[in-house]
């Protein structure tokens, strides 16, 4: 599997610009890749404002990434604020190269900025099929639960979309190669950098890991995008030779 990762500043509450952003920088991508990932909310960054920028599923940026992916052949995915049925949800959206979608809308809803308050939480697990890998869609402050990440599903890898700010980033750079090593997985965590309309600053240090822990690509600070690779055989191997997922805990999971 060959991905792209995007780490980029957000321009805040301002999807237009924010999606010509993302396009420039997707359409500087000459090398062929699979799938590119962008940040949490990356249309409007992390706002807690929804009813001024929230979207239907048929408007303009879900629209623009179908369009993409279509254009480009590549799977593409991040979170953006969508309205539905009244409420508004912070979801993350696969779309294939053929501009079918799969959501994933965020079921740990970060209570330190109030986030419960003004969205709906997502009450589903989703573990997308796409080129013979099994992805599991998870969205930043997601990665402080575990037991909802734990592979019962042998998934092959775990997606992190986030806004993941300054102060507590040595905590997402942890918990990032824990869920690698725990779960098997190989895992991509893609984060902002910049600073955001509620003064918040974030670093960045978007990575990628294998399931051993090690760094595929380690953080960094800069806005840029990264391309690598993942080799699925190299990984069921190692599966197969340690067995430690024959060994977790079995366990119900209670919404």
Request: charged share 25%; with cysteine.
């Amino acid at each position: 599997m060959r991905v792209a990762l995007i780490q980029s500043d957000i321009v805040w509450e301002n999807p237009s610009e924010n999606r010509i952003n993302f396009e420039e920088k997707i359409n500087a991508i000459h090398e062929t890749v699979d799938l590119i990932v962008l940040p949490e909310m990356f249309s409007t960054g992390f706002t807690m404002n929804p009813s001024a920028v929230a979207e239907t599923m048929d408007e303009k940026t879900v629209s623009w990434m179908v369009a993409l992916a279509k254009k480009k052949n590549v799977a593409i995915t991040g979170s953006l604020v969508i309205t539905e049925n009244g409420n508004y949800y912070n979801r993350m959206l696969f779309v294939f190269p053929d501009g079918t979608i799969q959501k994933y809308d965020k079921r740990h809803l970060f209570s330190l900025a109030k986030e419960e308050a003004v969205f709906t939480r997502g009450n589903d697990k989703v573990i997308v099929n796409y080129k013979d890998w099994k992805i599991c869609l998870q969205i930043c402050y997601d990665l402080r639960f575990p037991v909802f990440a734990r592979n019962v599903e042998n998934y092959d890898m775990l997606i992190y979309v986030a806004s993941w700010p300054k102060p507590r980033i040595n905590a997402w750079d942890i918990l990032l190669r824990a869920r690698a090593v725990e779960n098997l997985s190989y895992v991509i965590g893609v984060n902002r950098v910049g600073t955001d309309g509620s003064q918040l600053e974030y670093l960045g240090h978007s990575q990628s890991i294998d399931y051993h822990g090690n760094y595929v690509v380690e953080p960094f600070e800069n806005e840029s995008v990264k391309i690598f690779s993942f080799d699925k055989n190299e990984m069921l191997e190692t599966r197969l030779k340690l067995n430690f997922l024959n060994d977790k805990d079995r366990f119900e999971l209670i919404s």
